[in-house]
């Protein structure tokens, strides 16, 4: 396997780094030192994840949560500019009250699995996958189940799938695209792309503060 030589780090306090040796990429994935480098990065992303999600101007204001918007979301959005351009807005607004609304849910999944991260999983981060895609592919799924409740509670507080289905009356098709009848959005697909949404934004998040992360450590050579 081809070696990367990278500096090694002790991690202090709230996550700053102090180079004390170089390894190879073997040694280091092998290592607790490597170890606890890619879960401090992990852990501290996932806070910087829940510190937007938990402010719902940072949320709105957030370019990698617009980029997770899925399609079928983004199709409905194009629709309602054409016919209530507000209703956006207020379906982002509840969108980013139901992300505040899901951070204690959220936060104890990813926190556990990374710490069950293992030397295997390191080995593949030093062969090129990103940390947060080992976190994603462990939780995903898990996230996304445990978040639709509150998320559908919270859309159905607010009553935006009925505004929704007032605005669109006789869309075939949005009705179709989300699993309601031949005119009406069913509040389950709403809130399940809404969710996924939530947490492909997160993941986007996380994954960004590992990248900044991976080159102030790797910069110096070369990686």
């Keep these: 396997m081809k070696k990367y030589i990278i500096a090694a780090a002790?991690?202090?306090?709230t996550g700053a780094f102090i180079t004390t040796s170089v390894q190879s990429c073997?040694?280091?994935?092998?290592?607790?030192?490597?170890?606890?480098?890619?879960?401090?990065?992990?852990?501290?992303?996932?806070?910087?994840?829940?510190?937007i999600y938990g402010n719902k101007e940072a949320?709105?204001?957030?370019?990698?949560?617009?980029?997770?918007?899925?399609?079928?979301?983004?199709?409905?959005?194009?629709t309602l500019e054409k016919i209530a351009p507000s209703l956006v807005a207020k379906e982002r607004d509840y969108i980013a009250q139901a992300a505040a609304y899901t951070v204690n849910t959220s936060k104890p999944i990813l926190q556990d699995a990374v710490n069950s991260l293992n030397a295997q999983d390191v080995t593949r981060i030093m062969q090129g996958t990103t940390a947060t895609q080992i976190l994603k592919e462990?939780?995903?799924?898990?996230?996304?189940?445990?978040?639709?409740?509150?998320?559908?509670?919270?859309?159905?507080?607010?009553?935006?799938?009925?505004?929704?289905?007032t605005a669109l009356s006789g869309s075939n098709f949005l009705?179709?695209?989300?699993?309601?009848?031949?005119?009406?959005?069913n509040s389950g697909g709403l809130s399940k792309l809404a969710s996924e949404q939530?947490?492909?934004?997160?993941f986007n998040i996380i994954e960004d503060y590992e990248h900044q992360n991976s080159k102030s450590l790797l910069g110096p050579f070369g990686k």
């Design 10 to 13: 002790l991690i202090v306090g």
């Design 26 to 51: 073997t040694s280091l994935a092998t290592s607790d030192m490597g170890l606890s480098i890619i879960k401090r990065i992990l852990l501290n992303g996932i806070d910087k994840g829940m510190g």
């Design 59 to 78: 949320f709105l204001q957030n370019n990698m949560v617009d980029k997770a918007l899925p399609k079928e979301l983004r199709d409905i959005n194009s």
């Design 138 to 165: 462990k939780t995903s799924q898990q996230l996304i189940a445990a978040i639709a409740p509150k998320v559908d509670e919270k859309l159905n507080e607010y009553g935006i799938v009925k505004t929704i289905n």
């Design 175 to 185: 009705g179709s695209l989300l699993g309601g009848n031949s005119n009406t959005v």
């Design 198 to 202: 939530l947490v492909n934004g997160l």
